[in-house]
Structure formats: C-alpha cells, structure tokens
C-alpha cells in the first residue's frame, strides 16, 4: 500500500510499504478521509513537544482524523464489523492502569496515540491498523467528510460541556480556527450567544460566512458579561487575556496550545471564583459528536476547504494551500488509488 511517511523535519516521502495485518483485538481498516491537522505540521516542522520529550520519532506516519471501512479483523473481533463504516479514538490506553480503569484512558501514561505517539501508525496511508476497541460506527448519515470530523468534533463538543453553556449565555470563543469554529457551532447548537475573536480579516469573514453574527478583532471586542470563554488559539498571551473577560463565577475552558508558556494570575481565578478546565482529546465526546452530525444540529463540512491525494500532503503541511482551495480551515486527504 502507499503511505505518507515523515523522514525528519520537512522531510518526506510518499511509500510503498507492506499492507497492515489485523493482530489479536484488532482489525484493518480501508481509509476513505483524513484530516490534516496542526499537530502534523508540528511533527513536519519538527516542534512537536513528544519529539523531544521521546515519545515519538522519525520516520513516522501522521494521520488521526479518518473514516473509512472494516476490511479485515483479528482473532478475537467481532466479525460484525467486517464491511462497517467506522472512525476511530485516537487515544489508545493500556487498559490495565488505574487511570484507564477509571475511564480515563486518553490520559493514560502508557497510552499510544494513532499517528502521533507511541509508534502507532497513522491512516495517511491506503490501510491503517487499530485495536477494534477504539472503533466507532458511522451511520450512514455521517459520510466520510463528516467521519473525518468527528475527532475534532469531539474535542470541540468536550470543551462546549466543559463551557456549561445554559441557553442565552453569552460565550466568547478565541481563535476562530477547526477547533474554535467548531466549538462555536456546538455553543450554537446548545442555545448560546456566540462570539468569536481572531486575527485574520478572512477568518472573520469565513466566521460571519457561516452565520456567526458577534465577530471581532481583538481590540474591537466588545465590553459585554461574558459567562464563559473559550481559548482554541496557539497564543500564549490569550490564556491570561480570557480570565480577564470572564465574568466573574464564570467559567473558562483551555483546548488550544501555544508554542511557548502561557501564564495566567490564579489571584484573579480565585478572586472572581472562576472554573478553569483543561481538555485533551475527543475520546469521550466521540459518540455524541457522531449523533450531532448524524441529526444535523452541527454540520462542519464548510470547514473542509480541499480534499487532496497523498501526493499532495507534504506541499499542504508546509503551508501550501491546493489549487482552488475554499475559504474553510480544514484540508481533507482521500488516500485511496486515483485520489
């Protein structure tokens, strides 16, 4: 099969290697989508922190927002999943450990991460191995494109339940990016005031575009009660700034990362008996990110700005965008022969 493989940073090649066999508990999916995500340009760019903390190395394969369909299983999978649509939690836990015993397996010190961590293969590739215990179904509502938003999704919809959004309240989303332009459309779909700040003129007017009223440039946002504040961006100045526009006994949600320490006073945490809530991946926001899809209430397919053939995955992480690519924020890769 033909794979996408990373040889060092900004380094690549597009190979053929041995096609996956399904071990014990797992099973071999074809891949029809995968999302290119920030943490693969990290990996291309070589500032990836797992790089240099050892739990990942090169030559490695990216991938970790797919769908695709079941085309093998091993000794002890359900032949029932032959011939499914799936997508599948990124996040694979060692399932011993006490973290994993109590449900947190995303946060598992052993864990292997798919494409990222662990040397757990990617899916930008033809075919792709996975434990048969991270897979999710699809139904047939939620096509590739959707499958291969539901990672991000998940994360998306985890830091809107980390928000506690009750209908009418007013929430601020930083960095209108995948993950804050999808957070906005969970809060959305909850009921919620949205706003959004960003950087770009054309962010913003993608963000107006799909019907985001309250958009804002950072020293244009207004000075109303916010009752939650969302920080998706990579800006290590805007974890301090979203504490100073939460209202007080407010609640404030960190999914996004910045290269570098962000730092926030807990004077003011504590003096505004403010909530603060970390998130790290979509693992247990997967199954009702695929119901919101499948029902329509959040539909991001105009995040997913082209879709491109494996050929063209290196060009699009070192920033190139395709040939006639839309507005959206998102680039799709079909890795499938003729794609």
Same mark, same amino acid.
């Given at each position: ?27 071999? /999916? ?13 990996? @291309? ?24 369909? $079941? ?14 649509? !799936? ?57 590739? /494109?959707?499958?291969? #938003? ?20 007013? $929430?601020?989303? #930083?960095g209108p990016g995948t993950i804050g332009l999808l957070v906005a459309m969970f ?18 007017? @993608?963000?107006?575009?799909?019907? @985001?009223?309250? $958009? ?7 000075? +109303?009660? @916010?009752?939650?504040? !969302? ?9 301090? +700034?979203?504490?100073? #526009? ?33 998130? +790290?991946?979509?693992?247990?926001? +997967? ?53």
């Amino acid at each position: 099969m033909r794979a996408f493989v990373l040889t060092a940073p900004g380094a690549y090649e597009v190979q053929d290697l041995p096609a996956p066999v399904a071990g014990p508990g797992e099973v071999v /999916v074809d891949v029809e989508r995968v999302g290119v995500c920030g943490t693969d340009v990290e990996f @291309f760019t070589g500032t990836m922190a797992y790089l240099h903390q050892g739990h990942s190395a090169y030559p490695m394969r990216p991938g970790h927002e797919w769908a695709g369909r $079941v085309a093998a299983v091993g000794d002890g999978v359900d032949p029932g999943w032959l011939g499914r649509r !799936v997508m599948g939690d990124t996040m694979l836990g060692c399932g011993t450990c006490r973290r994993c015993l109590r449900g947190h397996q995303h946060v598992c010190r052993k864990r292997q991460e798919v494409g990222i961590r662990g040397a757990r293969a990617g899916a930008l590739a033809e075919q792709l191995a996975v434990p048969a215990s991270s897979l999710h179904a699809l139904p047939d509502s939620v096509d590739a /494109v959707l499958g291969a #938003l539901v990672e991000p999704g998940g994360n998306a919809l985890r830091a809107v339940r980390a928000a506690a959004p009750q209908p009418g309240d007013r $929430v601020l989303v #930083l960095g209108p990016g995948t993950i804050g332009l999808l957070v906005a459309m969970f809060l959305r779909a909850a009921g919620a005031e949205v706003h959004l700040m960003g950087v770009t003129e054309s962010s913003l007017a @993608f963000a107006r575009g799909l019907g @985001f009223e309250h $958009v804002w440039a950072e020293d244009a946002v207004p000075d +109303l009660p @916010f009752d939650a504040v !969302v920080d998706a961006s990579n800006a290590a100045h805007l974890p301090g +700034l979203a504490l100073e #526009l939460v209202e007080p006994a407010g609640r404030l949600v960190y999914i996004g990362l910045a290269g570098e320490p962000s730092r926030i006073d807990t004077r003011s945490l504590a003096l505004k008996d403010v909530t603060a809530v970390g998130v +790290l991946s979509a693992s247990p926001g +997967l199954d009702a990110t695929i119901r919101a899809y499948a029902a329509g209430s959040v539909d991001p397919r105009p995040l997913v700005a082209a879709t491109v053939g494996l050929d063209e995955v290196g060009p699009v992480l070192a920033g190139e965008r395709p040939a006639g690519a839309g507005p959206g924020p998102k680039i799709h890769v079909d890795p499938r022969p003729g794609h």
